[in-house]
């Protein structure tokens, strides 16, 4: 599947500010092409959290479940100064996970819900379509890893 889905998660309730891109790569898959279209976005990626190894690691069982945290101080420091509550949102973040019918999925915060949660301008919001953008171009290559 390439692009964008308009269908959510199987599993999961509609929750405000996120928004849901699905993949046609497993979960290992994808958080390498993100890996790979963060660097080549000139962003920096701070971290992958492993929330389902370290399930494991503790004796639980969790879906296949990874955190990205990325970003670049020129495009998120303007909304901190403006309102430095934002930076409870700061750097960005894209969830990689599988959902009960075994799709995976790449999910985000919205910017316009986080325009609107911290009364930021849509231009100081502007860079926070990183994330959005960033899984529609993993979502649309397919035939490869």
């Known amino acids: 599947m390439s692009g964008p889905s ?8 509609p929750t405000a500010g996120i928004v849901h891109t699905r993949s046609p790569h497993s979960v290992s898959e994808t958080v390498d092409l993100l890996t790979e279209a963060i660097h080549a976005a000139g962003a920096t990626l701070f971290t992958v ?10 004796g639980l069982s969790l ?7 990325f970003g670049n101080p020129v495009g998120g420091t303007p909304a901190m ?3 430095p ?3 409870i949102d700061l750097p960005l973040k894209v969830l ?3 959902d009960d019918g075994g ?7 919205d910017p316009h819900w986080l325009a609107d949660r911290h009364g930021l301008t849509a231009e100081m919001t502007a860079p926070f379509a990183a994330a959005g953008a960033l899984a529609g171009r993993v979502a649309a290559r397919t035939g490869e890893k």
């Not at 959290?49 to 503790?58: F, K, Q």
């Not at 879906?63 to 945290?69: E, S, Y």
């Open 85 to 87: 509550l934002a930076a």
């Open 96 to 98: 990689v996970w599988q």
């Open 6 to 13: 308009v269908a959510d998660p199987a599993g999961v309730r």
């Open 81 to 83: 100064v403006a309102a």
């Open 63 to 69: 879906r296949d479940t990874k955190l990205l945290i």
């Open 103 to 109: 799709a995976v999925w790449m999910s985000h915060l």
């Open 49 to 58: 959290i492993d929330h389902s190894g370290e399930a494991e690691r503790a």
